[in-house]
């Protein structure tokens, strides 16, 4: 089993940066392709970033491409999220989720963090 938990989240304004982390514990995530969702209030779940368990592969949907940098630090058994020049349609709550198959963006997760709010005001 392996347990995550999302941290970083808050209230920030636009054009800001915040940097999400996702920690594991309970066993190694080095085998894992970690990735971030977000669910925005009435909107589907959708895959905001994925990382393949060696980080040698990457997705980043087109909404975030060129603003948010997924990475993974598997010392630390932690996947960051960089999120720079933040609008106000990112704002969702985001979770972190682990999966034996690296699928880029049609990834899904087998182990989910419990998700941290990120709101980013006009």
């Known amino acids: 089993q392996v347990q995550l938990v999302e941290s970083g989240g808050g209230l920030v304004q636009a054009g800001d940066s915040l940097r999400l982390a996702c920690a594991a514990s309970?066993?190694?995530?080095?085998?894992?392709?970690m990735a971030w969702f977000r669910q925005a209030p009435g909107k589907e779940r959708e895959v905001v970033a994925a990382?393949?368990?060696?980080?040698?592969?990457?997705y980043h949907a087109d909404s975030v491409n060129g603003r948010f940098i997924i990475s993974r630090d598997n010392a630390k058994n932690t996947v960051y999220l960089q999120m720079n020049i933040l609008k106000p349609e990112d704002t969702a709550i985001y979770y972190c989720?682990?999966?034996?198959?690296?699928?880029?963006?049609?990834?899904?997760?087998?182990?989910w963090g419990q998700g941290t709010q990120v709101t980013v005001s006009s």
């Open positions: 990382i393949s368990s060696s980080g040698t592969g990457t």
């Open positions: 989720a682990a999966s034996s198959i690296f699928r880029g963006a049609t990834m899904t997760g087998e182990y």
């Open positions: 309970g066993r190694s995530i080095s085998t894992h392709a």
